[in-house]
C-alpha cells in the first residue's frame, strides 16, 4: 500500500501497563508492513512505565506532556514536540498532564524485526486493558485480513 491515512482510532488493541493509567496499542506492525511500527500511547497524569528501546525510536507528542528519563537525563516534550531514542537506552515515560497521547514510530532493518515480537515482555506488568482485545504478540497474529472489529 503506497499511503495510509491513520489515527488513534485505529488501534486494533489496547494493552494496560499493569494498573497505571498507559495504554500502548499498534496501528501499524510487523503484519502490516515488514520494518515500520506506529503504535499510540496515552497516559494519565503521573503515570509512569519503565521500557527497554530495542530498535531506534522517535516519540511525537500529540497531546499533553510526556516526560523522558534515562542515564542520559531527562526531558519532557510537550504537543507538538518530538524525542529520538536509541537502540538499547532504558527509560522512564512519565505523564505530565491527564490524557496526554504520544505516537512512537520505530523503523526497524529486516534483523531487528525477528527480535521484535519479544519487545512487550520487556514492560513489567503489561496486561491487556478491560474491554478490549488482546493484543497478540505479531508472529501469533491473524492474517492481514483479519483487522479492527474482526
Not at 7 to 19: L, N, S
Not at 50 to 68: H, I, R
Amino acid at each position: 500500500m503506497s499511503m495510509q491515512h491513520l489515527t488513534i482510532d485505529d488501534t486494533r488493541a489496547w494493552f494496560q501497563a499493569g494498573e497505571r493509567e498507559v495504554f500502548i496499542g499498534d496501528v501499524l506492525d510487523v503484519i502490516t508492513t515488514p520494518t515500520t511500527r506506529i503504535r499510540f500511547s496515552r497516559y494519565g497524569k503521573g503515570a509512569a512505565h519503565e521500557w527497554m528501546v530495542t530498535v531506534d525510536e522517535t516519540l511525537v507528542v500529540t497531546k499533553g506532556a510526556l516526560t523522558v528519563r534515562s542515564a542520559a537525563g531527562t526531558q519532557t516534550a510537550r504537543t507538538g514536540e518530538v524525542v529520538s531514542l536509541a537502540k538499547g537506552t532504558r527509560v522512564v515515560f512519565t505523564g505530565e498532564e491527564d490524557d496526554t497521547e504520544v505516537v512512537f514510530v520505530t523503523h526497524m532493518h529486516s534483523a531487528d524485526v525477528q527480535r521484535e515480537s519479544h519487545q512487550l515482555s520487556l514492560v513489567d506488568g503489561t496486561r491487556p486493558a478491560r474491554g478490549v482485545t488482546r493484543l497478540i504478540p505479531p508472529a501469533a497474529i491473524a492474517p492481514a485480513g483479519l483487522r479492527k472489529g474482526a
